[in-house]
């Protein structure tokens, strides 16, 4: 049982990462209708914001440590970043250790500017184009932007630590009743799935009690006659677009902690992704939130031993078997509307 527990914990961590990445990509094809194969290539480039912030707090200077020198008799010099000269040595020591939490204010106005250059520069010349067409585009821009980030910032992945308060692993065991010790969980995944409910719950607020997000629920339904309205539809769409983006850079932001970010994990992310959106049903948020805990969930399951002893490799199928027999027996997905994928 002990097992079992920690495996759906570590199913609802994948699952957060699934969920956001699999929510801003269902925003983007109900409102605009577009297969945006670019959305994992969003996900990397916020975890790379969040790199890039650590990076920039911790430039440095030389400064003399007073009263100490070498054998030559030249002072000794000791790296002082610049972030400890404006605010301090404590403060300043502070802000470099929370540079992950502190990545999101970093990432929020670049993620979102990102998303609506995207739309405005090259989406929008593909709504009408068949799907074919705009996977072909966004996947080519998908590994454009890989290629940048390899190109500034190396084929290595980058270790890109959690705030030093949430460094260690919590005895999730004996909070629900297990002998301690039996049940120890990483602090930071925690943190990550109360971040993605979050995110995920003030999306759907946003939606639902918002006359902004009730406009874009209508456009979603009926964008002819929201339209027809007078409602500028298409600049509320441009920042759904930006808003999807930024969904998608807030997830790899917090996930740098847990895989160091590298220029390819936008692409380990994106097909599972997708498969989440399909089997979730496709334009459905509340379906694409569903199926991203249930498939890491069910992954991290298949990848006991016990399981695989039985099964051997079903913890790297076994996502796609599902997606196979939902979309055998319910093409529309768990929660897609009726008629979407069922042509």
């Known amino acids: 049982m002990d097992a079992i527990v920690l495996q759906i914990l570590n199913g609802l961590d994948k699952g957060s990462a699934y969920a956001l ?23 990397m480039i916020g975890a790379f914001c969040a790199v890039t912030l650590s990076r920039l707090l911790s430039i440095s200077h030389e400064v003399p440590v007073p009263g100490e020198v070498d054998f030559l008799g030249n002072p000794q ?7 400890y000269d404006m605010f301090g040595e404590s403060l300043g020591a502070s ?24 739309e405005r520069g090259l ?4 709504y009408k184009r068949p799907h074919a067409d705009q996977i072909l585009v966004t996947f080519g821009l998908a590994i454009v932007l890989q290629e940048i980030i390899k190109f500034y910032y190396g084929a290595n992945p980058i270790p890109t630590p959690a705030p030093a308060a949430f460094v260690g692993s919590f005895d999730f065991g004996a909070m629900i009743g297990f002998d301690p010790g039996q049940i120890i969980y990483p602090y930071w995944r925690l943190v990550y799935f109360a971040f993605a409910a979050l995110i995920i719950g003030a999306v759907f607020a946003f939606l639902q009690f918002t006359t902004f997000g009730m406009v874009v629920r209508a456009g979603m339904a009926d964008r002819e006659t929201v339209g027809l309205l007078g409602i500028n539809i298409d600049r509320r769409f441009t920042i759904m677009f930006g808003l999807a983006a930024a969904v998608a850079g807030l997830a790899g932001v917090m996930y740098t ?31 694409a939130v569903l199926a991203g805990f249930m498939l890491g969930i069910l992954e991290s399951l298949a ?9 051997p490799g079903i913890d790297q199928i076994i996502i796609y078997v599902v ?6 027996t319910r093409p529309r997905g768990l929660m897609g509307r009726k008629g979407v994928m069922e042509d």
């Open 323 to 328: 997606a196979m027999i939902i979309l055998l």
């Open 77 to 83: 010099m000791r790296d002082v970043p610049y972030v």
């Open 303 to 311: 990848s006991m031993n016990e399981v695989k002893s039985i099964l």
């Open 95 to 118: 802000i470099i250790d929370w540079a992950v939490p502190l990545s999101i204010l970093f990432a929020i106005p670049v993620m979102i500017a990102i998303g609506v250059i995207m």
């Open 257 to 287: 902690p847990i895989n160091s970010p590298n220029y390819h994990m936008g692409m380990d992310f994106l097909v599972l992704s997708f498969v989440v959106v399909v089997v979730g049903g496709m334009g459905s948020l509340p379906g």
């Open 123 to 126: 989406i929008k010349h593909f």
């Open 21 to 43: 990445i699999a929510l801003g990509l269902t925003l983007i094809f109900g409102t605009l209708g577009v297969v945006n194969f670019a959305h994992g290539a969003l996900f």
